[in-house]
């Protein structure tokens, strides 16, 4: 079992930003690749940007490139993303995830999910 614990979540004005926090405990946390996925009120969960399990492989999604940054320090057992220039359409509960797969879009090929963390961005 993989525990994750999501932080760093709160409320910023537009054209801010913010840092989450990942962190797991557990099983082995250089074994997985990780990512971070969103859902809004009323919109489907999506995919936000994932990491594979030595850091030099990302991925994100297009409404999130070049604004937002994924990192990880397996010394730490903990997974970053730090996201600038905020819109009002990335509000959303933020989850990390975990894969001992692959760096994947694709919710399913994550094993272990975290509570997720609430962000907010006001116009």
């Known amino acids: 079992q993989v525990h994750l614990v999501e932080s760093g979540g709160g409320l910023v004005q537009a054209g801010g930003s913010l840092r989450l926090s990942c962190a797991a405990s557990g099983r082995t946390f250089v074994g997985y690749a990780m990512a971070w996925f969103r859902r809004a009120p009323g919109k489907e969960r999506e995919f936000v940007a994932s990491i594979s399990w030595s850091g030099a492989n990302t991925y994100y999604a297009d409404s999130v490139k070049g604004r937002f940054t994924i990192s990880r320090d397996n010394a730490k057992d903990t997974v970053y993303m730090q996201m600038n220039s905020l819109k009002p359409e990335d509000t959303a509960v933020y989850y990390c995830?975990?894969?001992?797969?692959?760096?994947?879009?694709?919710?399913?090929?994550?094993?272990?999910w975290g509570q997720g963390t609430q962000v907010t961005v006001s116009s």
């Open positions: 995830a975990a894969s001992a797969s692959s760096y994947s879009d694709d919710p399913y090929e994550y094993d272990y």
